[in-house]
């Protein structure tokens, strides 16, 4: 008999006007955001963490406080790091190395054509074969740089398959021009799927200097522990130093140390946030769709009133009026949330695709199907529960006033 | 032998009263009827508007209960019965036809006669079976999938009688059956009426119309404020040419 019902209020809200789909707005869009968000969710959080690359693995990062502007690191900020800072880095019982990192913004020619974009130091000796390990990847194309090369760079692999705008492929062994100036090129990054490490031109310390001339200024030094489990100790010295070292007491530093675990909460904290704020909303307009059902469905209890007065004349107990709007209503709910899921997970694919597209990333989309599946129950049972009343108040009516319309 | 002695009761209204409350006024729509329909009868029940006829037809259909007095229907004493197990009772026991029809519109003409047998609880193939047969009883095999806006009058009031059969009700009560319609369609319709009289089912029809009337109930209840002023009752019985 329930199959019945199911029936005959399909046939009903077949014949329903516009007016009772939009009130399905509100379940639509909060199961599009939640839908999306879980697709995308996963997607967002591999591409953050990518971007992170090199400290990714056991290092610690040290930035100069007080970002003012928008350029790479260490760039507009109130009181950059220095070489005092990092040799002072470099004293803390504990730190096995220090390297400097400089990142500066320029711009690249070649093939007539120009792209701006972020050129990073490599360090000499030890420093530098870290620094190829922590990123993890060979050369694509060509070789790494060597101390002693000067008029040389590395580049991202970006370049290589021309993900850059130039219109060209760069190989090893052409000339590119950086802020004017020729380079060789003797090597490719192989793909890293980061946004940052793919457009990245690496260039040896010495040529970065003489280039950009930022002389004594430390963009951020990454620090190796000699012990990795003690990563939360060695971040507390390190402050003590640095705040000795750039004379300003606690709780005013303007430098910070973060550890890669820190680093990723931090991000995974923004991500929460960021996921909590659309559930908030998802729910909100889940609420406000139940009500909008409330009210359509009280309206279609007023509207088919004579309907309702003939099914009983015809034998229709209480439960079977009361069931048939219920059921109504809560098809209704699933269907808001059915047209919501397949919005959601286009919008999750989409979104995964243009991620991937702008970053270089290969993340696949995330179609959680358990979720979709209580995505769309849990629509049905918003409806039905909103059918409740006006369901009730159908199946309350009084055969004769009913049937007089 | 008179045969009609030993017909079974089905309706039996004892001294039935039905007020209504309008602001301070108590409106007697029905004052202390009492009658008895037998099976197999055609009963008409007549009267200008106003008279309380379409109460007493909601009292006969057990749509209602009275305010004082008896109602049996077969036996068993509606007035004490919850709503929905009077619905069950009518559904069962009772067929209705409509002044204006009361098909559901988002229902074929076959839907609309299957819907009173799944309150039944027949199952799926045995509705449809049977609503395919009473279609092709009021003539309307060819016209099962349409939906009832794409009926004529007529046709629809046929779909309805059809449909007031569907659970082979003991009674089948009319309510102006032929008010809508022309008095061609009319008459085809209360040809189909008397068709079913003549193979036993009871008829209960309520009406204003003198025409319908004299032609065809066996037993007029002539109704005026409630009461009933008279009963006539014609021995000849009129013979349709439908069979």
Not at chain 1, 101 to 123: C, H, M, Q, T
Not at chain 1, 313 to 341: C, D, K, P
């Amino acid at each position: 008999m329930i199959k019945d019902f199911f029936s005959l209020a399909l046939k009903n809200l077949k014949s329903r006007g516009i007016r009772s789909w939009l009130t399905l707005l509100g379940i639509f869009i909060g199961i599009t955001a939640v839908v999306a968000l879980v697709s995308l969710g996963n997607a967002l959080e591999m591409a953050v963490a990518g971007q992170f690359g090199i400290s990714q693995t056991e290092v610690i990062t040290i930035g100069a406080g007080g970002i003012s502007g928008t350029g790479p690191p260490g760039s507009g900020v109130a009181k950059p790091l220095d070489m005092d800072d990092l040799a002072a880095v470099e004293r803390v019982s504990g730190v096995k190395r220090a390297i400097r990192r400089n990142i500066e913004s320029g711009k690249l020619e070649y093939n007539d054509k120009v792209v701006f974009g972020f050129a990073a130091n490599v360090p000499n000796g030890q420093d530098r074969e870290y620094i190829y390990k922590q990123l993890d990847k060979d050369p694509i194309a060509g070789r790494y740089l060597k101390d002693g090369d000067t008029g040389k760079v590395f580049l991202g692999y970006n370049f290589y398959v021309d993900k850059v705008g130039l219109d060209k492929e760069i190989i090893p062994g052409k000339k590119v021009l950086v802020n004017d100036k020729s380079f060789e090129v003797v090597g490719i990054l192989d793909k890293k799927g980061s946004f940052i490490f793919d457009n990245l031109v690496f260039m040896n310390e010495k040529d970065m200097e003489n280039l950009f001339d930022y002389g004594d200024v430390v963009d951020t030094i990454l620090a190796q522990p000699t012990n990795p489990d003690e990563m939360a100790k060695l971040k507390e010295d390190i402050e003590k130093a640095l705040r000795k070292s750039r004379n300003v007491k606690e709780g005013e530093e303007d430098f910070s140390v973060s550890t890669p675990e820190a680093s990723m909460e931090e991000i995974n904290a923004l991500l929460n946030g960021v996921q909590a704020f659309i559930i908030l909303v998802a729910l909100i307009s889940v609420f406000i769709g139940a009500i909008g059902i409330v009210n359509t469905m009280t309206t279609s209890v007023l509207e088919r009133i004579r309907e309702i007065g003939i099914m009983k004349s015809i034998g229709a107990r209480n439960e079977h009026i009361f069931t048939q709007f219920f059921i109504e209503s809560g098809l209704l709910g699933l269907i808001g949330g059915l047209v919501g899921a397949i919005a959601g997970t286009l919008i999750g694919v989409g979104g995964t695709m243009a991620i991937n597209g702008f970053i270089g990333s290969e993340i696949s989309p995330n179609i959680d199907f358990p979720l979709i599946s209580f995505a769309l129950l849990g629509s049905f049972i918003i409806g039905a529960v909103a059918g409740i009343a006006p369901a009730m108040k159908a199946a309350k009516q009084n055969p004769v006033d009913a049937l007089r319309g | 032998m008179d045969k009609k002695t030993e017909k079974k009761v089905i309706i039996e209204l004892d001294n039935v009263c039905k007020y209504y409350k309008m602001g301070n006024n108590i409106v007697k729509a029905v004052d202390g009827v009492s009658l008895k329909i037998k099976e197999g009868d055609f009963v008409a029940i007549m009267g200008p508007s106003g008279s309380g006829k379409s109460t007493m037809m909601n009292l006969i259909g057990s749509l209602d209960v009275p305010t004082r007095g008896k109602i049996l229907l077969d036996g068993d004493d509606i007035s004490e019965l919850s709503e929905s197990d009077l619905a069950q009772i009518r559904g069962k026991k009772i067929g209705f036809i409509f002044q204006s029809f009361n098909l559901i519109k988002n229902l074929t003409a076959k839907g609309n006669v299957m819907i009173p047998m799944i309150f039944q609880g027949y199952d799926a193939g045995g509705r449809s079976f049977r609503a395919e047969k009473l279609m092709k009883m009021v003539d309307l095999s060819e016209r099962m999938d349409h939906s009832p806006n794409e009926l004529s009058g007529g046709q629809q009031q046929r779909v309805a009688i059809a449909r007031s059969l569907a659970n082979s009700p003991e009674v089948v009560l009319a309510d102006e059956p032929t008010g809508n319609l022309d008095s061609k369609t009319g008459q085809t319709v209360m040809g189909f009426l008397q068709d079913l009289n003549n193979k036993g089912k009871t008829i209960v029809m309520v009406t204003h119309d003198i025409e319908l009337v004299k032609d065809y109930p066996d037993i007029v209840y002539w109704l005026k404020d409630g009461k009933i002023e008279k009963v006539t009752e014609k021995t000849v019985k009129r013979r349709t040419n439908i069979e």
